[in-house]
């Protein structure tokens, strides 16, 4: 019923004189697109690109639900390839950028390292295990135990106190002082003012793939083409890269 | 008893019918779908998953406990609301008013502010090293700050309800102002406190908002069934469903009996 609605008001607005572009993008995304928007709009006049921001697993459902999106742009390939097992894809989806996970701590934390992740007492969040970037941490923070011990992982998830639906709620804990720590991924880190970051070492960091695809059920498979074709641009490259995203 | 069959003619005009059933569809259908997904051969099943128990207990604890602290400290503000004027009556009412209306996730926010580690009680607490946020307590704390003004509201229109006239007759004739509430005052206003609590009891047992921002989500710990249903919607869609049928078969019962109880009370 909700879909229906949304159809209906997203085939009103598209009567109207503006060519709107449905986007759907992974939360980490968020600062960046609407750059890529803006730019997207400056190359394609008359052209209205509308964002819908929210953790990958979120669209993919509302996706698959049946939300009109005309682009998905997912944190991780599981949630894409939800969408193509649904048979939603128009073609198979493409790699647009890469990212990598850091620990975030208040400014006046006394932790400096990761091993203090793993201290009794520390509160910690960490995205829920559905979310892309809850997956990443949980692996990152096994990984880890080559360093730290085999009971590093077990002592640091013990210090977990919320597993939070969207990367964006984790990182928003630490900045309000109320979490010691959290895993999230390097752009967002780079992103807050009110926090120090942590890096993960190279070795025992995951690499985030960031697939995009046009939706084969969108009204303007053309349109959505061209703004994929635009993310993999030069131009597109640039503005990820200037936000922290890998090439 | 007959109303009046000249008043009304016997078939409804068209207009106001077509603007129901528009309005009915919105309203029925998503909860008629719900149910319908859900209550299918696997539901026995997912109701048994370790998420969907530790859900269920979760919400029965902590609505519980909120409802206990809503009845001890609710009823005293709406006596006193009811039957006494003093300044800051006014604006104490409007201000019990207010989490009726704020989105929760504001809701959350003040808690934080207010009882987090940086919060100006919460601070003072965490130096007695006691941590309020992301705890069981603080999924009850949000229950209440959401919930409890409803009970408050219909508490204090049950007050308001019971003339004083019968309180000073129990008064005259010996008996204390605490025997004359007990046995005078107090069962007169039932039926609103049924329909406060019933009321309470079903927004607290919904409450999402501002349990997620104040209390977090960890199974278990605070994890109820709404953010429960939010958590499994993207890996179990099974769970997820069986346990929004829970939630809508469990708030439909608590409507239903309250219903009956107001009929019940209305008969006597």
Do not use: C
Not at chain 1, 11 to 34: C, G, H, I
Not at chain 1, 88 to 103: G, I, K, P, Q, W
Request: proline share 5%.
């Amino acid at each position: 019923m909700r879909s229906h609605l949304l159809i209906a008001a997203y085939l009103l607005m598209t009567t109207a004189w503006a060519q709107e572009l449905v986007v759907f993008a992974a939360a980490s995304l968020s600062e960046v697109f609407e750059d890529v928007a803006i730019a997207f709009e400056a190359e394609n006049p008359g052209v209205n690109v509308e964002l819908n921001f929210s953790g990958s697993a979120t669209l993919s459902t509302q996706i698959i639900q049946g939300a009109p999106a005309d682009v998905f742009a997912s944190a991780d390939t599981v949630q894409m390839r939800r969408l193509s097992d649904e048979n939603l894809l128009f073609d198979s989806a493409r790699l647009f950028t890469v990212n990598r996970l850091a620990a975030i701590t208040p400014k006046d934390s006394p932790l400096t390292e990761l091993e203090d992740l793993s201290h009794p007492g520390v509160i910690l969040v960490l995205a829920g295990p559905e979310v892309p970037a809850g997956r990443y941490a949980r692996s990152v923070l096994e990984k880890l135990n080559e360093v730290y011990g085999a009971d590093f992982a077990t002592k640091v998830f013990a210090n977990v106190v919320s597993e939070e639906p969207n990367v964006r709620q984790v990182a928003a804990k630490v900045e309000l002082g109320e979490a010691d720590a959290a895993l999230v991924y390097l752009t967002d880190a780079a992103a807050l003012q009110q926090v120090r970051l942590i890096e993960v070492p190279a070795a025992y960091n995951i690499v985030a793939e960031y697939p995009i695809a046009v939706m084969r059920e969108s009204r303007q498979l053309e349109l959505a083409q061209v703004f994929v074709d635009f993310v993999l641009s030069t131009a597109g490259q640039d503005i990820l890269q200037r936000y922290g995203f890998g090439p | 008893m007959r109303t009046s069959t000249l008043a009304t003619p016997r078939l409804p005009p068209l207009l106001p019918v077509a603007a129901s059933l528009i309005l009915l569809l919105l309203l029925i259908l998503p909860t008629a779908a719900l149910l319908w997904r859900a209550l299918n051969p696997q539901f026995a099943a997912a109701l048994l998953r370790p998420a969907v128990i530790e859900a269920l207990r979760l919400s029965l604890l902590t609505t519980t406990l909120s409802m206990l602290l809503t009845l001890l400290l609710g009823t005293p503000v709406a006596y006193l609301l009811a039957r006494y004027r003093f300044p800051g009556h006014r604006l104490l009412d409007v201000l019990l008013d207010l989490p009726l209306v704020l989105p929760p996730v504001v809701a959350g926010v003040g808690l934080l502010l207010v009882f987090g580690r940086r919060g100006f009680i919460g601070s003072w607490l965490n130096d007695l090293g006691i941590r309020v946020a992301f705890t069981t307590l603080a999924v009850v704390m949000a229950q209440i700050f959401v919930a409890s003004p409803l009970y408050i509201r219909a508490m204090k229109a049950g007050f308001l309800s019971v003339s004083k006239r019968l309180e000073a007759v129990s008064l005259t004739l010996g008996r204390s102002r605490w025997e004359t509430f007990w046995r005078v005052t107090w069962p007169l206003t039932l039926p609103y406190l049924i329909e406060g609590f019933v009321l309470a009891w079903a927004r607290a047992l919904g409450e999402f908002g501002a349990t997620i921002v104040f209390a977090g989500s960890f199974a278990g710990r605070t994890r109820t069934m709404p953010l429960a249903i939010y958590a499994t919607l993207e890996s179990d869609l099974d769970a997820a469903l069986a346990l929004a049928a829970v939630l809508t078969i469990a708030a439909f019962l608590l409507l239903f009996v309250f219903r009956l109880l107001l009929r019940f009370g209305r008969r006597r």
